[in-house]
């Protein structure tokens, strides 16, 4: 059996990013529940991401994508409903995305800083269509950008979304938040001995075969040599620490 090596260690901060994507699951508007939005939960994310912004002096441009998994999910209901097509329960799924990209749009501008929706799916009556030099002209004027409807079509992920978003706006990282600290060797639910990686080449996560993201959204990064950063979004000052390129998490690299 080959020994496991751990990835060198990050030991100084690296440059920090001025055009980032971050994904959020629809879980982490939740809070401790399973389903839906908190209210007071999403109130303390919106000035946490603010705070991160402030922390990183501005001088950082965000995208977000988040998820709809708090609501519904598409591959779920594939599996469980028979009754609704593959394709419907995907609609369905990113349906659920614009209304946690309007709550979290609220959210973030109650906490003090401009916010817009663009949606892939077109819901004009409460927010943008998505056109990519839109989206670039709300970054320029410093304002966070959430980007709902997943990419407009069924059977693909927000991860995916998340990856082709992050290339779309010049991204020069994706950081993916997460309940962990990082990617493990092992389930770290799981196996109390499981070791984080701090840092991995695309070629090792996959020779390793380590759940990062789904295959599409990985090749994706991978082909367009988009640095992912996967970090615990609920561990104190951790998303100031990946605006402002201190070590957090673990970050998957060429």
């Not at 499981?194 to 996959?206: P, V």
Request: hydrophobic share 45%.
């Amino acid at each position: 059996m080959p020994v496991l090596r751990l990835a060198k260690p990050e030991r100084r901060a690296v440059k920090a990013p001025r055009t980032v994507l971050l994904k959020l699951s629809g879980e982490a508007l939740s809070g401790r529940g399973e389903f839906g939005i908190d209210p007071t939960h999403l109130a303390h994310l919106a000035r946490n991401i603010i705070a991160a912004l402030r922390a990183a002096g501005r001088r950082v441009r965000m995208g977000i994508v988040v998820g709809g998994g708090n609501f519904i999910r598409g591959a779920d209901w594939t599996r469980t409903v028979r009754v609704v097509d593959p394709a419907t329960a995907d609609y369905m799924g990113m349906i659920a995305t614009v209304l946690n990209a309007l709550a979290l749009q609220e959210a973030i501008e109650k906490a003090g800083t401009e916010a817009r929706v663009l949606s892939a799916i077109h819901v004009r009556q409460v927010c943008e269509p998505y056109i990519r030099r839109r989206a670039l002209r709300h970054l320029e004027k410093n304002r966070v950008v959430i980007f709902a409807g997943g990419t407009g079509n069924p059977f693909f992920t927000t991860d995916t979304a998340a990856a082709l978003r992050a290339i779309e706006i010049g991204a020069e990282v994706l950081l993916k938040a997460t309940k962990v600290d990082g990617v493990y060797d092992r389930d770290p639910m799981r196996h109390r001995g499981a070791r984080r990686f701090t840092r991995l080449t695309y070629s090792e996560a996959l020779r390793r075969h380590l759940d990062i993201m789904d295959q599409t959204a990985f090749t994706v990064c991978r082909e367009h040599r988009l640095p992912i950063r996967i970090f615990n979004l609920f561990k104190p000052a951790s998303l100031s620490h990946a605006l402002t390129g201190k070590p957090v998490g673990t970050i998957i690299t060429a």
